[in-house]
Structure formats: C-alpha cells, structure tokens
C-alpha cells in the first residue's frame, strides 16, 4: 500500500538527550573512550595568558576540531564547521550542546598563526596519541616501512625563476672523505686538495610557493610538490614524517627520518625500503645502527647483450677484479666521490673473446668502479635471500604503500591547500 509520510515531525519538540542519539559503536566515541586530551592543557599553557583577556576557546576543542577534519576527510576548515553544527555525533566528541555556537571557521586558523604555529604543538599531540597506542598493544614499531610521496603543491607550475643554488652537504660526506684520504694514502696515491668551493646547481624556484621542488619524474606531469617521507609499522601506523621539497631524494631524508623515529618512537630491528633507497651510504647506516636493512632486488643497469657486474668477481683479498675469463682488472685509483677504479689491460682484452660482449672502450679496457662501502649492499643483497626479508618486504606494499593511497583517497592529501613548510606537519593534514 502507498503511503506517505508527514513532515511535520520537522517541528516536533522531543526531550532527548544528545548522547542518546550517537551510536554505541561510532568512531568519536571510540576515540573518546581510548583518549584522554586533558594533556593538551599542559602543552599550551605558555600560550595563553592565565589571568586576564577575554576567556578563549577550549584548546582541546581545537585540537578535536582539526581531528575530526582528518578523521573523516573534510576538505577544509570552513565546511568542517559546517558539519559539525549539523552533526549531532560531531557536537557530542566536541561537548558542545544542540544550541550553542560553534567555533567560527577562522578561529583554528588564527590561533594557529598566533600561538601554534612554532610551539611543536602537534607533534606533541601526535606523539603523545602514538604512545598511547604503543601502550595499547595497536603498534608495533619493531619493523618500519619508509617510503616517500609527492603531494601536488598549491604554485602555478609556469611561473617560476631559475636560480643557481648551493647543493646541501650529505650526512655522510665528512666520514666518506677521511676513508676516501685514507684509501688512497694506502694505495699510494696522494690525497685530494680540501674543496674550498661549495658545489652548485641551477634550479626552478617558483614564485608562488618557493619552497616546494620541482618534481620531474619518467613521463609524468612535471610540477612544484612537495616530497613527505613517511614511516609506518606492519599494520600501518604512521611512526613519523618530514616534509621536504619535491626535488629532494629520498636517499637523503632517511638518515634523519631514521634518528628522529629512533628518538620520539624507539629503535627498530628491521627498516624496509624500495630500490630508491638502495645505495651504499644508507646500507651502511643502517647496519652500523644494527638495524635489518631489507632491500630489494635491483635489476642491473648494463646494456643488453653485455657482461654484467656481477659476472666478473671481486677479489677481496688481493683487491681485484676477476672477468669471466679469468684475467686480473688491477686497482688505479679511488674518486672524490669514493668509488674504486679497476681497469683490465688492453693488450690482453684487444684478443679477448667476449670483447664485445665486455666493453665499448676505443682502448679496449674494461673498467669496473667499486664505491668503498660496497660490501654493505653484498650484505643486504645476500640477506635479501633469507625468509625473514622475503616476508618483511612482501608487507611493504601492504603498509606504506596503503598509508599513502589512503592519505589521498580519503584524506586529500592529493594536493596541498597552503604554501610553505612549516604548514606541512606530519599531525595536520595539508
């Protein structure tokens, strides 16, 4: 039978009470029920004034505001307000009644660009809620995933200057060079002049937003974004992140992303990266750190239907190279980039059989670089082979990689709304 139903239940007085009308099993209440924000008090207290002014909005309910925008991938804050003034569930997290006011929209933002801003509140806050989960049982930060991602930034990708700018020192860079000096003086070679000049290179700044990087990558869409290197453990927590222009390489961001999670979080036995992270600084670093690095298998980079590196043996002992038909690639010299030189003899290679196959000098050598920390890449790809890395790595697309598409499928994290790094923090979504 059809029927219809009367709208007048529009203006019906109910008695009722607010939590009367939120599920039992709705995530604000979840949340409520796990997490205590009373610390956040204690956290912002210098930033605000205790005995005069006008009284302020709640700083929790601030900070449950921005939550509930990440939670449930609100685009910005207007329209997070929006729905919370309609949202009983949103009203009930907040301790806000049916009649009173909410927040207006610019509140959040302003408070955050007079007193959040430079007091690390939200690293605070993020944190303090990870430990939380620590204690609970939910993370496990024994083996972490890192990866990067790069976010659209909020800059016109035509207008931009090209500037020369100096080229960060790497972390490393100090302890390369006295190895480098001291490999040398054992081979008999005399040690490099100290560089007195900082090394150079041009790039696109671009005048809307210059600090994000220019990203060019394989065929895709060249654009400003920025770079967030994140780490997460094997059910997808987020451990930690730093945000960096886009034409920053991973390889450089991990030793810091590496000491900071070691600090806020606790040292992991085991890290898992991808190809882009395979190089021999890193792996030494890791070990050093007594930490698992599990690499993948990296395919080699020779032309076809030539000998590939790892057909010609490495001689530790006597220091050599040693081609598929047996003759001896003595050592020449060590680089300033730290890379070993082995160079064959021509007057044998100019009758060799697999001449062809070996190299394309004009002098008939073959030459074969060595960086000096090129057993610690041997040593992650023979542990590459066990079943503990096998399985470690098979879980990296399941973690990081879901923590990214997640971030911008249901978090917006597609493209940044505002310009500058310090707006890019691992607690607040951009």
Not at 22 to 34: A, G, N
Not at 228 to 256: K, Q, W, Y
Not at 321 to 350: D, F, H, K, M, V
Request: proline content about 4%; hydrophobic content about 30%; overall charge positive.
């Amino acid at each position: 039978m059809l029927s219809k139903h009367s709208s007048e239940g529009r203006h019906q007085v109910t008695m009722v009470a607010l939590d009367d009308l939120v599920p039992q099993d709705h995530l604000v209440r979840k949340v409520d029920q796990v997490m205590d924000f009373n610390f956040v008090y204690d956290a912002v207290k210098d930033t605000y004034s205790l005995d005069n002014g006008r009284p302020s909005v709640d700083p929790v309910v601030l900070v449950k505001i921005a939550l509930l925008q990440y939670l449930f991938g609100i685009r910005s804050m207007r329209q997070t307000i929006k729905e919370i003034e309609t949202n009983v569930a949103y009203r009930w997290f907040l301790g806000y009644d049916f009649s009173e006011k909410i927040p207006h929209f610019s509140t959040f933002g302003k408070n955050y660009e007079r007193r959040f801003q430079d007091s690390g509140l939200f690293e605070h806050i993020f944190y303090r809620i990870l430990r939380e989960a620590m204690n609970y049982g939910l993370v496990d930060p024994s083996v972490m995933f890192i990866d990067s991602t790069h976010v659209k930034a909020n800059a016109n990708k035509k207008k931009f200057d090209k500037k020369t700018v100096r080229v960060e020192t790497r972390s490393y860079q100090s302890q390369l060079e006295k190895e480098i000096h001291i490999d040398r003086e054992k081979n008999g070679k005399k040690p490099f002049p100290p560089q007195t000049k900082n090394e150079t290179k041009e790039s696109k700044i671009s005048t809307t937003d210059p600090e994000s990087g220019y990203y060019v990558k394989d065929e895709r869409e060249k654009l400003f974004a920025y770079s967030f290197h994140t780490a997460c453990d094997a059910r997808g927590f987020i451990l930690g992140n730093l945000v960096t222009g886009a034409n920053v390489h991973d390889s450089r961001m991990l030793e810091p992303l590496v000491n900071q999670l070691m600090e806020q979080v606790g040292k992991p036995n085991a890290i898992a990266v991808d190809a882009g992270y395979k190089t021999p600084p890193i792996a030494k670093y890791l070990m050093d750190q007594e930490i698992r690095a599990v690499m993948p298998y990296t395919r080699p980079r020779t032309k076809d239907g030539y000998l590939r590196k790892h057909e010609y043996v490495y001689d530790e002992h006597h220091d050599c190279y040693l081609c598929p038909q047996g003759e001896i690639l003595t050592y020449r010299t060590t680089t300033r980039e730290g890379y070993r030189q082995y160079a064959s003899n021509p007057q044998i290679c100019q009758t060799c059989p697999l001449l062809q196959q070996c190299t394309q000098s004009q002098e008939h050598r073959k030459m074969i670089h060595r960086h000096l920390w090129e057993e610690y890449i041997e040593e992650a790809d023979h542990l590459r082979h066990t079943e503990i890395h096998k399985k470690i790595y098979a879980q990296r697309k399941e973690t990081i990689e879901r923590v990214f598409a997640d971030g911008k499928e249901k978090h917006g994290m597609r493209w940044t709304r505002f310009r500058g790094l310090k707006k890019k923090c691992l607690c607040r979504r951009c």
